[in-house]
Every structure is written in structure tokens, then in C-alpha cells.
């Protein structure tokens, strides 16, 4: 009777420690993967809006909104232009969803990053030097959680600069 006891002592202390494992696997792994969401979402954009900046002609200043957030950045770019148009206009802008968006003239705007991906500041910053214009970019951004157990929670901030084609 005693061995019986002493079984059932060792089998449960066993089994509560692979339950607690089991439960702490399941938590970093739900933190990787919120994380990796997190930077993938936001590597994306950004290299959305490099792209976009490096391969356009100007700035549209009068719309854009620079060294602040939300920040607005408009383009004029030859690239993907309506029929017989020769330069078109691209917007990156936070809406009030937080998300960000990119709008081409004559299309439906799109979001850049899924909807559990919240958008905390987007910054544009206008640089000139002689013969070169660039725009520096700042991009936070954070996972869009119910729980505020730090497991369900990640946090990036990027930043970049990309300097126009043309001016």
C-alpha cells in the first residue's frame, strides 16, 4: 500500500511538472509568433514605402505631413500610372483605425499590415542636401491584444531613410 502511495506521489509531481511545461511551451511559443507578426507586418511596410519613395519623382509637400504623428507622405511617381497619365500620386497615411494605408490614385486604398497589427506613430522627415532629397521614415509598431499578459504583447520601432530618384 505503501508502494502505492509513493507512486501515485511521483506520477502526479511528473505530471503536474509536464502540464506546467506543456503550458509554458505553449506561451513562448504564442510569444514568438505574436513577435515574429510584429516584425514581419512592419518590415513589410517599411519596405513598401522605401520602395515606393526611391522609385518616385517628388514630393507632394502640400499634402504631406512631415516631423509628426500620424505623419502623411504623398508622391508624384511615372511608376504604374493611370492610361494615359504620365505621373500619378501615392499616399501613405495612418488611419483612424491605426492602421497604415497606401492610396494610388484612382484605386481603393490598402492597408499595409493585417488588423491585429496596431500602428502607434509614423513619422516622415523631409531631408535636403545639395542635389539630394530623402525621406527618413519612423515606423512603431505594437500587436493588437485583448490580454495584457506580457506573452501576448510585442513592440517594434523601425527606421529608415530613402532617397528620391528624382527631384
Do not use: C
Amino acid at each position: 500500500m505503501i508502494e502505492l502511495v509513493i507512486y501515485a506521489a511521483v506520477f502526479t509531481i511528473i505530471a503536474v511538472m509536464l502540464t506546467l511545461f506543456v503550458f509554458n511551451l505553449i506561451k513562448v511559443q504564442t510569444k514568438i509568433r505574436i513577435s515574429k507578426e510584429v516584425s514581419e507586418s512592419s518590415q513589410r511596410a517599411m519596405e513598401i514605402m522605401l520602395w515606393e519613395i526611391r522609385h518616385s519623382q517628388s514630393v507632394y509637400t502640400p499634402t504631406s505631413i512631415f516631423d509628426s504623428s500620424p505623419g502623411q507622405l504623398t508622391l508624384e511617381t511615372s511608376q504604374n500610372t493611370p492610361e494615359g497619365e504620365e505621373t500619378t500620386y501615392i499616399d501613405f497615411y495612418l488611419a483612424s483605425d491605426d492602421q497604415l494605408y497606401i492610396k494610388r490614385e484612382g484605386i481603393e486604398p490598402e492597408a499595409l499590415a493585417p488588423k491585429n497589427i496596431k500602428i502607434n506613430a509614423l513619422i516622415f522627415n523631409y531631408l535636403t542636401t545639395t542635389g539630394t532629397n530623402s525621406i527618413r521614415i519612423e515606423l512603431s509598431v505594437s500587436y493588437r491584444s485583448a490580454s495584457p499578459k506580457p506573452a501576448y504583447q510585442a513592440t517594434t520601432t523601425l527606421i529608415s531613410t530613402a532617397s528620391l530618384r528624382n527631384d
